[in-house]
């Protein structure tokens, strides 16, 4: 069965640090770019960052870019998103996806999406 | 404010069909022939209905479609059943700088 599994998401402080990861199973993670999309409580999805099946390119979001930095490890098939100087405007809950075809940067829909976790960043 | 601009509600009754538009620019839904919709249910996540403007991946019903016009997507609904009732947001590739922009969604409302 092809899966997302995030995990990672917390309460912190403002200007504080967390990394969210996302484990994938059941297809070749190598070949697919990956993506984070947040969706802050009661509002609507926000693209955030997403990196190319070999790693090498790398896309952010303004609101972001500076902030936070996605990865991704071949040997455990899981996803990154290291995130700092977290404000009140990152929370929200952040799913991983998977793009739709492989070997392309070019994003043309995304088929999976994990179950999401959650971040809070308040005092 | 969302890059793409989708209405902030629609209604149907059981049956009937409702269309739900995505407008955007020359620089992302104009530009390029890979806009996507998604189905999203309250505390779940989202599901991908339409790619490529007109594609329906594997599992999809065929009363959903979808379509283009310049800078303006749109996604059809027909035959409306209860369980259509669920957010809808557009997203369309925007080249290698902004990359990917979502619409701020639509809550379907099936009567």
């Known amino acids: 069965e092809v899966q997302l599994v995030e995990s990672g998401g917390q309460l912190v402080q403002p200007g504080g640090s967390l990394r969210l990861s996302c484990t994938a199973s059941?297809?070749?993670?190598?070949?697919?770019?990956m993506t984070w999309v947040r969706q802050a409580p009661g509002k609507g999805l926000e693209w955030v960052s997403t990196?190319?099946?070999?790693?090498?390119?790398?896309f952010y979001a303004d609101s972001v870019k500076g902030r936070c930095t996605i990865s991704r490890d071949y040997s455990k098939n899981t996803l990154y998103l290291q995130m700092n100087s977290l404000r009140a405007e990152d929370a929200a809950v952040y799913y991983c996806?998977?793009?739709?075809?492989?070997?392309?940067?070019?994003?043309?829909?995304?088929?999976?999406w994990g179950q999401g976790t959650m971040v809070t960043v308040s005092s | 404010q969302s890059a793409l601009t989708q209405p902030r509600s629609v209604s149907g009754s059981p049956g009937q069909s409702v269309t739900i538009s995505c407008t955007g620019t020359?620089?992302?839904?104009?530009?390029?022939?890979?806009v996507s919709w998604y189905q999203q249910h309250p505390g779940k996540a989202p599901r991908l209905m339409i790619y490529?403007?007109?594609k329906r991946p594997s599992g999809v019903p065929d009363r959903f479609s979808g379509s283009k016009s310049a800078n303006t997507a749109s996604l059809t609904i027909s035959g409306l059943q209860a369980e259509d009732e669920a957010s809808y947001y557009c997203?369309?590739?925007?080249?290698?700088?902004?990359?990917?922009?979502f619409g701020g969604g639509t809550k379907l409302t099936v009567l």
């Open positions: 020359s620089s992302d839904v104009g530009g390029y022939n890979y």
């Open positions: 996806a998977k793009a739709l075809l492989p070997g392309t940067i070019v994003i043309e829909g995304f088929d999976i």
């Open positions: 490529d403007v007109t």
């Open positions: 990196i190319s099946g070999s790693g090498s390119s790398t």
């Open positions: 059941g297809f070749a993670f190598s070949n697919y770019a």
């Open positions: 997203s369309s590739y925007a080249g290698s700088y902004t990359f990917v922009v």
